[in-house]
């Protein structure tokens, strides 16, 4: 069973950084396709960002790009990897509880659907990003 850990959390003021982690283990094989999401209250969760771990590929929601970076490594015996999502020029419509998803098949990346909610097997429990103006 994969399991997804997030952390890194917290609050900022406009204009600063943030780094979340996410730990993925206890995978047979390691989900080549990975993103954040998250989610405001009262809003529906997007997608933030996504990446293409073989093929080192990466995606953006509009609103982030340019900001958001998105990063892994995996240790050298493939039992664990760590998802980054490096966050800079926070703004306070950055708000929200954000996700990290695995999607081990890459069905959203190989049907063009990067951000498809439905395309991802594993979910951790979210961790909280709170940006003051």
């Known amino acids: 069973q994969v399991q997804l850990v997030e952390s890194g959390g917290g609050s900022v003021q406009a204009g600063g950084s943030l780094r979340l982690s996410c730990l993925a283990s206890g995978y047979n094989y390691r989900p080549n396709c990975m993103a954040w999401f998250r989610q405001a209250p009262g809003q529906e969760r997007e997608g933030v960002a996504h990446i293409y771990i073989n093929g080192e590929e990466t995606r953006y929601h509009p609103s982030v790009k340019g900001r958001f970076t998105i990063s892994q490594v995996t240790t050298p015996d493939h039992a664990k990897t760590t998802l980054y999502l490096q966050m800079d020029s926070l703004k306070p419509e950055d708000t929200a509880a954000y996700y990290c998803?695995?999607?081990?098949?890459?069905?959203?990346?190989?049907?063009?659907?990067?951000?498809?909610?439905?395309?991802?097997?594993?979910w951790g429990q979210g961790t909280q990003v709170t940006v003051s103006s």
């Open positions: 998803a695995a999607d081990k098949d890459c069905v959203g990346y190989r049907t063009r659907q990067h951000f498809s909610i439905e395309a991802f097997n594993y």
